[in-house]
């Protein structure tokens, strides 16, 4: 792990652009939950899926998502524990509760592609937080026939405590409650994702802060987001630092800390855990 006193003429130049800031905006992706300790390969993956791991041959919780499994009682079987450990279980590591002391004085907005709902257990407020992505808390019709979703938690919790050889009982398969197809998993994987009320309110927020702050003194701190979806959150910061003199970029990435050059004198990019450099902030 890189040394922190490497970076420091970096974190104190965060420090002040935080302190001066009329606005701060947070970008996260999965970078900030990895530093969290939801890591989803290695021992944690191992501790909850061996079995799996010995019959399919996958070696992580991503590749498990998308393994094609012969029935929905497998497929719910797996699902439901990726969910419970990575949606009710809260995370190892307080990086999102030192995230939120950093910020929860400040006029902030989050926009995030991580689908742990994190933020809102470390006390941000729901109103200003876009899940851009789902929500593993939700379900879907896999149809979709209607844009609707519904709270899974009850449900998740019975399929795991009553699953057995890597299957949950067929009677808890859930069935979409207008059409009977299965339901499924509220994430942005192809065009059957669902967007509803709450998602669009979510994004008009969302756009009303970006417009209201735009010539500010805006920190558009980006935390943990890779190149899988850069339009969502990572180009988009270029764009409106570039536009606002004010504004000062911020890339918090463990190997990825990279701005385009017309911004770089108004950015602050630091190539470390984001755990470790939050916890110099708070010093």
């Known amino acids: 792990m890189k040394s ?15 302190e001066n800031a009329d606005a701060v905006i947070i970008g996260a992706g999965a970078g900030l939950s990895t530093s969290a300790g939801f890591t989803y390969s290695g021992e944690r993956f191992h501790e909850n899926f061996a079995d799996f791991e010995d019959k399919y041959g996958f070696h992580d919780m991503y590749s498990g998502g998308f393994y094609p499994y012969a029935a929905l009682e497998e497929f719910w079987a797996y699902w439901s524990r990726n969910i419970l450990i990575n949606r009710y279980q809260d995370a190892p590591k307080p990086v999102y509760d030192e995230l939120y002391d950093l910020v929860k004085d400040k006029d902030y907005f989050v926009i995030t592609t991580n689908v742990d709902h994190c933020f809102q257990k470390a006390g941000f407020d729901k109103r200003r937080l876009f899940y851009t992505q789902g929500d593993y808390g939700l379900f879907q019709c896999s149809v979709p026939c209607h844009n609707k979703t519904y709270d899974n938690e009850q449900i998740i919790r019975r399929m795991v405590a009553e699953q057995r050889d890597m299957k949950i009982p067929s009677e808890l398969i859930p069935r979409c409650p207008k ?14 994702f669902v967007q509803d ?5 979510a994004c008009e927020r969302y756009e009303n802060f970006i417009k209201q702050h735009k010539n500010k003194r805006v920190v558009y701190l980006e935390l943990g987001v890779g190149g899988n979806t ?26 990825e800390a990279v701005c385009p050059p017309q911004i770089q004198k108004q950015a602050i990019c630091i190539d470390g ?5 939050l916890k110099q902030l708070h010093k």
Request: glycine content about 8%; charged content about 25%; some cysteine.
């Open 197 to 201: 009320e709450g998602w669009y309110a």
């Open 273 to 277: 855990d984001i755990g470790e450099v």
């Open 230 to 255: 850069p339009v969502i959150i990572k180009y988009p910061f270029w764009r409106f630092t570039n536009g606002n003199p004010k504004a000062t970029y911020v890339c918090v990435n463990f190997g």
């Open 4 to 18: 922190m006193q490497d970076c420091s003429k970096q974190i104190d130049r965060l420090k002040a652009a935080l």
């Open 179 to 192: 059409c009977g197809k299965p339901m499924t998993t509220n994430l942005r994987c192809d065009d059957t």
